[in-house]
């Protein structure tokens, strides 16, 4: 009852709120869900419509929630590919192969370095050729860096010198998107907003520019509009093509652009290739999809919320496998697949536990592990590898797509699951590195900075529940008040500047900053 008035003020009940909807605003929704049969949106909850029901000749078409699909892959030069996870800041970087042999190697070939990105938690990252964008769309900070690829893969971690930093307050809870086009074309800038797809595109200088003191950024945008198919989507361009991609990865539309002069212009009809449903934990879950452009010429990569993806060439051109149709005006077509689980060949020291992988062989000659398939060696570190010398064991779909041949000799027995046991505290258990402590049964077990190996007996249903390579609450760095049990711990080291532990390691602390004042194994008093 409305104060001071007769009668009553009734709002717009849920269901009412919900067939208003569009499909993509439907799945993004706490109230409402999708419904496949009658294409409309409805109110209810993940069991199905609050009324009546949702089915097709006996199948459920019921899509309650999309999730939030968040993990990212941007493209980190002509050679390499970021993978980064915004809830955590956690990242991969992957080494590109462009030339993955007609499916038969693996165009993510393996990772070369990992770690998390220092205060980036909920940040959207992208790359401007090797120059990482750090941008924070709650308080429209930004930073940009050169990244020095010889040091990532030496280090194993990233490794870029800031070179601009500031504030864009245009872009408070926006998101961002960066085209590029090509050698010796502007770079672009796209900021958007995700609930009503309202635009801008502005022109992004570079770092010659700004040192001879022109901005970064124009006072105004080079135009403006609306397109309701930006809403919740990713942006992306395809390296040396003249095309746009915004996709919505909760439905599956993918609307295509060209951006000359910095206008964006929309290329025939969006492309809606249905949804797939899956079951995850025996919960029926949509398969999002992703594309972002990668490496140096015409290349997509599209990934998915379970963790496959796809190395996409492709061609203003009719293509045969293409993913897009005849009707797009670009045509893409898989020429490599696989899971986001890095094989880590470089990482193992014998034969066995080499060719146990199938995505590595093993070099006699040189004695070391390479990826490969069945005809020989594919990673760039090691171009030939004589035939007599190399040893595989058998290809198989996570391979490219390739499923290879078996070795005369048989496969190896299995490796025993890495034992954990040995920790009853946090703290000691994330110092082995193929150990994590699973908070919910306060056990050491194996597992990697995703989870636990064992998801079934150990579920994880947030970050809050696992503890890999650090811990929190009473093992976390900021219960230490010492800086001599502090820097005794492997995860942690001591901020001078304010006199306090913090979670880092020998790289530099991990969640926040503290310039020359942070040690890390040793105290400052005892450091000679």
């Given at each position: 009852?409305?104060?001071?008035?007769?009668?009553?003020?009734?709002?717009?009940?849920?269901?009412?709120?919900?067939?208003?909807?569009?499909?993509?605003?439907?799945?993004?929704?706490?109230?409402?869900?999708?419904?496949?049969?009658?294409?409309?949106?409805?109110?209810?909850?993940?069991?199905?419509?609050?009324?009546?029901?949702?089915?097709?000749?006996?199948?459920?078409?019921?899509?309650?929630?999309?999730?939030?699909?968040v993990k990212t892959y941007v493209g980190l030069g002509s050679e390499h590919v970021l993978d980064f996870e915004p809830l955590n800041s956690h990242y991969?970087?992957?080494?590109?192969?462009?030339?993955?042999?007609?499916?038969?190697?693996?165009?993510?070939?393996?990772?070369?370095a990992n770690g998390y990105l220092q205060n980036a938690i909920g940040h959207q990252v992208l790359f401007i050729g090797e120059n990482i964008l750090d941008?924070?769309?709650?308080?429209?900070?930004?930073?940009?860096?050169?990244?020095?690829?010889?040091?990532?893969?030496?280090?194993?971690?990233?490794?870029?010198?800031?070179?601009?930093?500031?504030?864009?307050?245009?872009?408070?809870?926006?998101?961002?998107?960066?085209?590029?086009?090509?050698?010796?074309?502007?770079?672009?800038?796209?900021?958007?907003?995700?609930?009503?797809?309202?635009?801008?595109?502005?022109?992004?200088?570079?770092?010659?520019?700004?040192?001879?003191?022109?901005?970064?950024?124009?006072?105004?945008?080079?135009?403006?509009?609306?397109?309701?198919?930006?809403?919740?989507?990713?942006?992306?361009?395809?390296?040396?093509?003249?095309?746009?991609?915004?996709?919505?990865?909760?439905?599956?539309?993918?609307?295509?652009?060209?951006?000359?002069?910095?206008?964006?212009?929309?290329?025939?009809?969006?492309?809606?290739?249905?949804?797939?449903?899956?079951?995850?934990?025996?919960?029926?879950?949509?398969?999002?999809?992703?594309?972002?452009?990668?490496?140096?010429?015409?290349?997509?990569?599209?990934?998915?919320?379970?963790?496959?993806?796809?190395?996409?060439?492709?061609?203003?051109?009719?293509?045969?496998?293409?993913?897009?149709?005849?009707?797009?005006?670009?045509?893409?077509?898989?020429?490599?697949?696989?899971?986001?689980?890095?094989?880590?060949?470089?990482?193992?020291?014998?034969?066995?536990?080499?060719?146990?992988?199938?995505?590595?062989?093993?070099?006699?000659?040189?004695?070391?592990?390479?990826?490969?398939?069945?005809?020989?060696?594919?990673?760039?570190?090691?171009?030939?590898?004589?035939?007599?010398?190399?040893?595989?064991?058998?290809?198989?779909?996570?391979?490219?797509?390739?499923?290879?041949?078996?070795?005369?000799?048989?496969?190896?027995?299995?490796?025993?699951?890495?034992?954990?046991?040995?920790?009853?505290?946090?703290?000691?258990?994330?110092?082995?590195?193929?150990?994590?402590?699973?908070?919910?049964?306060?056990?050491?077990?194996?597992?990697?900075?995703?989870?636990?190996?064992?998801?079934?007996?150990?579920?994880?249903?947030?970050?809050?529940?696992?503890?890999?390579?650090?811990?929190?609450?009473?093992?976390?760095?900021?219960?230490?008040?010492?800086?001599?049990?502090?820097?005794?711990?492997?995860?942690?080291?001591?901020?001078?500047?304010?006199?306090?532990?913090?979670?880092?390691?020998?790289?530099?602390?991990?969640?926040?900053?503290?310039?020359?004042?942070?040690?890390?194994?040793?105290?400052?008093?005892?450091?000679?």
């Open positions: 009852r409305v104060h001071g008035a007769k009668g009553y003020h009734c709002s717009p009940s849920a269901s009412q709120t919900c067939s208003n909807l569009t499909r993509v605003q439907c799945l993004k929704s706490q109230h409402c869900g999708y419904c496949l049969a009658t294409k409309s949106c409805a109110e209810g909850n993940e069991n199905g419509p609050t009324h009546g029901t949702c089915d097709l000749e006996g199948e459920d078409m019921w899509i309650f929630s999309s999730g939030d699909f991969f970087v992957w080494s590109l192969n462009e030339d993955p042999n007609n499916n038969q190697c693996r165009a993510l070939e393996d990772t070369v941008f924070n769309p709650t308080n429209g900070k930004f930073r940009l860096a050169l990244c020095d690829k010889s040091l990532i893969a030496s280090t194993g971690r990233m490794q870029c010198d800031t070179w601009a930093d500031g504030t864009w307050p245009q872009f408070l809870n926006r998101k961002l998107g960066v085209i590029l086009l090509g050698p010796n074309q502007p770079t672009f800038l796209i900021d958007f907003d995700q609930f009503t797809g309202e635009y801008r595109v502005w022109e992004l200088n570079g770092r010659k520019e700004l040192d001879s003191g022109i901005p970064l950024l124009r006072a105004s945008p080079l135009s403006k509009g609306s397109f309701p198919d930006l809403m919740f989507a990713d942006i992306t361009s395809i390296p040396s093509l003249p095309v746009v991609l915004a996709h919505q990865s909760s439905t599956s539309t993918t609307t295509f652009f060209s951006i000359a002069g910095g206008k964006l212009t929309q290329l025939g009809k969006p492309l809606n290739k249905g949804v797939q449903m899956i079951l995850v934990n025996g919960k029926r879950q949509l398969q999002q999809t992703k594309y972002v452009g990668v490496g140096s010429s015409k290349s997509l990569l599209l990934y998915t919320s379970l963790g496959s993806w796809q190395y996409l060439q492709c061609s203003l051109e009719q293509m045969v496998d293409d993913v897009f149709g005849a009707d797009a005006p670009v045509h893409c077509a898989p020429r490599s697949s696989g899971t986001a689980n890095p094989p880590l060949c470089a990482e193992k020291t014998n034969e066995a536990t080499c060719t146990a992988n199938s995505n590595c062989g093993w070099c006699a000659m040189t004695m070391k592990c390479f990826s490969g398939y069945r005809a020989g060696v594919c990673s760039k570190s090691a171009p030939t590898c004589p035939s007599a010398s190399w040893k595989y064991v058998a290809g198989s779909s996570d391979s490219g797509g390739f499923v290879g041949g078996i070795k005369e000799n048989p496969l190896p027995s299995p490796v025993p699951p890495h034992d954990c046991s040995h920790s009853s505290t946090c703290r000691s258990c994330v110092s082995d590195s193929q150990c994590g402590w699973h908070i919910p049964t306060k056990t050491c077990t194996p597992g990697n900075s995703k989870g636990p190996l064992d998801s079934t007996k150990f579920p994880v249903g947030s970050a809050t529940e696992w503890s890999f390579m650090f811990c929190s609450g009473t093992d976390g760095c900021a219960s230490f008040t010492d800086c001599g049990e502090c820097v005794s711990v492997s995860y942690c080291g001591w901020c001078q500047a304010s006199n306090r532990c913090i979670t880092g390691t020998n790289g530099g602390p991990l969640f926040e900053t503290c310039g020359a004042e942070y040690h890390y194994g040793q105290c400052p008093a005892l450091i000679h």
